[in-house]
């Protein structure tokens, strides 16, 4: 069975710097899809940035980036000058690529990001 | 186009009532999911749906039951409701054709039951 694991509960950040939130998954498919999606405080779903499992490059959406090791099975997120709007409680999700699937998402526990001024 | 929306935002249930969430989605999805989320666990999906009359069960379907009448609408349902079902309730839709379709969510009904 698949999993997904984020061993973060929470994480904190100065205004302006860097962060890096860690998500590792397991898997036997060689082909699917991994995405973070952020939650505000309204409680909405909002996707981030998502990655296919055949691309090596690494998937990249204005100051979010993502570092995919597929080997190592680690999918971790870098948020660049963080705003304060960053704030948020993040998930890792994992869905299989085959198209026979039914598009289910594995969801990671989440992370809450605090973003400190 | 409103996406997903989700009746109602919130609820208050005793234990042992019963109550019926409504998803509707006007983007013509066949895929439809209900998940529910509690902290430190994440989204766990509950029921899923691959088109209009269909469902099938996903991860925790015990206690719930759905139906997909109409292709834009999937229902909820809790018949007895339970201290343990008290959550936060998401519903999502994704297109068929193609895996690189994202699913979209609604946002999310809170529910206490006492």
């Known amino acids: 069975a698949q999993t997904v694991t984020q061993s973060q509960p929470e994480m904190s950040v100065q205004e302006a710097e860097t962060v890096t939130l860690s998500c590792t998954y397991d898997?036997?498919?060689?082909?699917?899809?991994l995405f973070w999606y952020k939650q505000p405080p309204s409680r909405q779903m909002i996707l981030v940035i998502r990655?296919?499992?055949?691309?090596?490059q690494n998937a990249t959406e204005n100051r979010f980036s993502v570092n995919f090791q597929k080997a190592a099975k680690s999918f971790s997120l870098k948020i660049s000058d963080s705003q304060l709007g960053d704030a948020a409680m993040y998930f890792c999700?994992?869905?299989?690529?085959?198209?026979?699937?039914?598009?289910?998402?594995?969801f990671g526990q989440g992370t809450t990001l605090q973003v400190k001024p | 186009n409103a996406g997903v929306t989700q009746t109602p935002k919130f609820r208050v249930l005793k234990t042992g009532q019963s109550m019926t969430l409504l998803c509707a989605q006007d983007?013509?999805?066949?895929?439809m999911y209900w998940y529910r989320q509690d902290p430190g666990m994440g989204l766990r999906l509950i029921h899923y749906?691959?088109?209009?009359?269909?469902?099938a069960k996903g991860e925790v379907p015990d206690g719930y039951n759905v139906s997909r009448l109409k292709k834009q609408n999937f229902l909820l349902g809790l018949e007895s409701a339970a201290p343990s079902q008290t959550s936060v309730y998401f519903c999502?839709?994704?297109?068929?054709?193609?895996?690189?379709?994202?699913?979209?969510f609604g946002p999310g009904t809170r529910l206490t039951v006492t």
């Open positions: 999700a994992y869905r299989i690529a085959r198209s026979s699937n039914t598009g289910k998402l594995i």
């Open positions: 749906s691959v088109g209009e009359g269909t469902t």
């Open positions: 898997t036997s498919e060689s082909d699917y899809y």
């Open positions: 983007m013509n999805h066949e895929y």
């Open positions: 999502a839709s994704r297109k068929l054709a193609g895996d690189i379709y994202e699913q979209y």
């Open positions: 990655q296919e499992a055949y691309k090596q």
